[in-house]
Each structure stands twice: as structure tokens, then as C-alpha cells.
């Protein structure tokens, strides 16, 4: 969680101050939804109830661990970019 904080709030100072702050919002964000989107994949969000037990039914243990362990990070790292850009949209403005 901390790494995710830092990259995301040294990244979305050095382009705010570099470029402009909408961009360092729209890159932050973009960033932030990307992982949120990818945790949403792993964890089988977007996917019929019928389709999620037929693939628990086949899936591995190491199988499980890995989708978790990524689906974690990636929410660990996309969630504070998603803040981030969600605090400078109401700072900006």
C-alpha cells in the first residue's frame, strides 16, 4: 500500500508540476482504473454465477493463490491512484 501511495503521489506531482494538473489527474486515474479493472478481472467480478463455480470447480489451489496474490497487488497499487487522482480533481477545482 505504501509503494502504490508514494508512486502515486510522487508521479502525479512531477507531471502536475511539469505539465499540468489535469493531466496528472487523468493520468492517475487512468492508472487507478486500470488496476481496478484488472482486480475485477482476476477476481471474476464480471463474469455469471454459473460461470464463477464452474471455473472454482477446475481451478487449482496454486491456481487460487496466484489469481489472489495479484488481484491484491493490484488493488493494493491502483486503489491510492484512484485517490490520488479523485484529491487533486477536488484540490484543481
Given at each position: 500500500?505504501m509503494?502504490?501511495?508514494?508512486?502515486?503521489?510522487?508521479?502525479?506531482?512531477?507531471?502536475?508540476?511539469?505539465?499540468?494538473?489535469?493531466?496528472?489527474i487523468?493520468?492517475?486515474?487512468?492508472?487507478?482504473?486500470?488496476?481496478?479493472?484488472?482486480?475485477?478481472?482476476?477476481?471474476?467480478?464480471?463474469?455469471?454465477?454459473?460461470?464463477?463455480?464452474?471455473?472454482?470447480?477446475?481451478?487449482?489451489?496454486?491456481?487460487?493463490?496466484?489469481?489472489?496474490?495479484?488481484?491484491?497487488?493490484?488493488?493494493?497499487?491502483?486503489?491510492?491512484?484512484?485517490?490520488?487522482?479523485?484529491?487533486?480533481?477536488?484540490?484543481?477545482?
Open positions: 500500500m509503494i502504490g501511495i508514494i508512486l502515486s503521489v510522487v508521479l502525479s506531482l512531477s507531471i502536475g508540476f511539469s505539465w499540468e494538473w489535469k493531466q496528472a487523468n493520468i492517475t486515474g487512468g492508472i487507478g482504473i486500470i488496476m481496478l479493472l484488472l482486480v475485477g478481472i482476476l477476481n471474476g467480478t464480471f463474469i455469471s454465477g454459473n460461470r464463477m463455480r464452474a471455473n472454482l470447480k477446475i481451478e487449482t489451489a496454486e491456481d487460487k493463490k496466484f489469481r489472489n496474490k495479484f488481484s491484491s497487488t493490484f488493488f493494493l497499487l491502483g486503489f491510492p491512484f484512484f485517490l490520488t487522482a479523485m484529491a487533486l480533481f477536488i484540490i484543481v477545482k
